[in-house]
């Protein structure tokens, strides 16, 4: 018995209940999931969200979270991701976006529950590792040591928080099956500032170099 199509129909099923709450997610255009859904679950502040990744889906899935109850509380994510991509996945991972869809600030009130209350756990059932980037420019999680074979499905949970409405509504989670981090502009200072005394040392090299004399 094929329980495929019974699943799918469930996830739908659910994702319809979610409409209920005041808290809506939708992919955006151009992301080109092959399924998804989710609900939410306002007793114990849990959202559950099930994606599945086929060969026609964009490097980089954009969803959009609109109606948020913004608070000083945190809410717990549970979401699956179902690899149908045609290759394996070695990392994956995620990226809190403001109203403008840059990056957020340390200041918005969005983050992955940096400061939640409660703070929430971080983990998956196929990677090891998890590389946190919550400093003054950036809320990103990459997760990886693991991999995620082709017909498989991957399990994360981390936690979110949003608290200024002002900035971040409504807000996007960007995700990719791996993004590199980004250094912030206080090392981008250093790198150019570095690759400037290569560069003046190299320049003094060559005079010098010129004016040697056989």
């Not at 997760?143 to 979110?160: E, R």
């Amino acid at each position: 018995m094929n329980l495929k199509p019974l699943a799918a129909a469930a996830l739908l099923a659910l994702g319809a209940a979610s409409s209920a709450d005041a808290l809506t997610i939708t992919v955006e255009p151009g992301s080109n999931l092959t399924a998804f859904s989710y609900n939410v679950d306002s007793t114990t502040r849990t959202i559950n969200i099930w994606e599945t990744w086929g060969a026609a889906t964009s490097p980089q899935v954009y969803l959009r979270f609109d109606d948020w109850a913004y608070d000083l509380s945190s809410w717990a994510v549970n979401k699956y991701v179902t690899n149908e991509s045609g290759h394996d996945w070695a990392s994956f991972a995620h990226e809190l976006l403001n109203a403008q869809k840059g990056s957020s600030p340390e200041d918005d009130g969005l983050s992955f529950a940096e400061f939640g209350i409660p703070t929430r756990p971080r983990d998956s059932d196929r990677f090891a590792d998890i590389t946190a980037d919550e400093l003054t420019y950036r809320d990103y999680l990459l997760f990886d040591n693991g991999a995620v074979a082709n017909g498989d499905t991957v399990w994360f949970t981390y936690g979110l928080t949003a608290r200024r409405p002002d900035s971040t509504q409504p807000f996007f989670l960007r995700q990719s099956e791996f993004l590199t981090a980004v250094p912030e502009p206080a090392t981008w200072t250093l790198l150019i500032g570095g690759f400037g005394l290569i560069g003046a040392s190299l320049r003094r090299r060559r005079q010098t170099l010129g004016h040697v004399s056989a």
